[in-house]
Nanobody, 127 residues
Framework: QVQLVESGGGLVQAGGSLRLSCAASGRTLSMYGMGWFRQAPGKEREFVAAISWTDTYTYYSDSVKGRFTISRDNAKITVYLQMNSLKPDDTAVYYC????????????????????WGKGTLVTVSS
């Protein structure tokens, strides 16, 4: 069983930056595609960004493309989401997820079939 723990959320002003982290509990994620999803108040959870299990490709939603960057460390225990130029519309609970042997694009359309989910971290962007 893999446990994913997100951190790095908080309150930031519009235009600011945050970096979210998603750490696996003592196990590498080397065979897992990793994704970030978010759920704003009153809205459905949506895809944000993903990185393939081979680390070859990344994929982003149109709403964050050019502002957010997903990456993972060489030990493949932690996945990051660097968020720049934040907007109030980015306010949400951010979740990371892992799915074995998935490409980045597959991660974007398979959120109901993820192997593991974290419990989320809240990001609030003030105007």
């Amino acid at each position: 069983q893999v446990q994913l723990v997100e951190s790095g959320g908080g309150l930031v002003q519009a235009g600011g930056s945050l970096r979210l982290s998603c750490a696996a509990s003592g196990r590498t994620l080397s065979m897992y595609g990793m994704g970030w999803f978010r759920q704003a108040p009153g809205k459905e959870r949506e895809f944000v960004a993903a990185i393939s299990w081979t680390d070859t490709y990344t994929y982003y939603s149109d709403s964050v493309k050019g502002r957010f960057t997903i990456s993972r460390d060489n030990a493949k225990i932690t996945v990051y989401l660097q968020m720049n130029s934040l907007k109030p519309d980015d306010t949400a609970v951010y979740y990371c997820a892992a799915d074995r042997f998935r490409t980045a694009q597959e991660m974007s359309v398979r959120q109901n079939d993820m192997d593991y989910w974290g419990k989320g971290t809240l990001v609030t962007v003030s105007s």
